[in-house]
């Protein structure tokens, strides 16, 4: 390899580590005081750079968000590609093993979570660029994936029962676990005092709801 070819690798690399960097700085930032507290001064003093070295990674914090929420959803996809095809029986019995792990990940998952409840509030208008809007697009439609193969089979082989359009009821299901968990993990010390109940246990009885409502005769 050529000194001049290993120079350019070099500095790919470095340029990797840095941008990485000022993600997981961003995420603890973001998650520890508020997304509408930090600035990019802020990021840049603890990443450990100029402010105008953090722009040419980042034009504003609302990119460095998207970032972090795609790795967010990189890493569901993650999970969910090592999970899913393990499951075994009905599209019903697929869906309730599934909608389990789900339950049982949340507390493992706790920071992701709640940093996509963050997300969905603070970033409601255009896609900080075009480029993440196509892969956070196509993410998501990743995450719904499972929804849909284990209704669509459930329906068929009988032991799933719903006059609800499939690719309705998939994103219902996909989208009201999320948002119940976003809350949960968010505020869940004082739900328990508000609702004097453990709010955690909500999570599972929202599942239970839905798989009963679903559950055919086979």
């Known amino acids: 390899m050529s ?69 967010v959803f990189r890493t569901f996809v993650s999970i969910q590609n090592k999970y899913v095809p393990t499951l075994k029986g009905s599209g019903y019995d697929k869906l309730a093993s599934y909608l389990e792990k789900l339950d049982s990940m949340v507390d493992e998952l706790s920071q992701l979570i709640r940093f996509t409840g963050m997300f969905d509030y603070y970033l409601v208008g255009e896609y900080p660029n075009t480029g993440s809007h196509k892969e956070f697009v196509q993410l998501i439609e990743k995450v719904d994936e499972p929804f849909f193969a284990f209704l669509s089979e459930g329906v068929k082989d009988g032991s799933i029962v719903t006059d609800v359009e499939i690719a309705y009821l998939a994103r219902t299901l996909s989208n009201s676990f999320l948002a119940l968990a976003q809350r949960v993990v968010t505020r869940q010390t004082n739900l328990n005092e508000e609702l004097n109940i453990d709010s955690r246990k909500i999570i599972s009885v929202q599942r239970e709801l839905f798989l009963r409502a679903l559950k055919g005769k086979n």
């Open 3 to 71: 000194t001049k070819i290993y120079r350019d690798l070099e500095r790919e690399m470095n340029k990797e580590t840095s941008k990485n960097n000022i993600v997981e700085v961003s995420k603890a930032l973001f998650l520890e005081g508020g997304f509408s507290q930090t600035n990019m001064a802020d990021i840049a003093q603890m990443a450990k750079i100029s402010r105008k070295t953090l722009y040419r990674y980042f034009r504003s914090k609302e990119e460095i968000a998207m970032e972090i929420e795609l790795d």
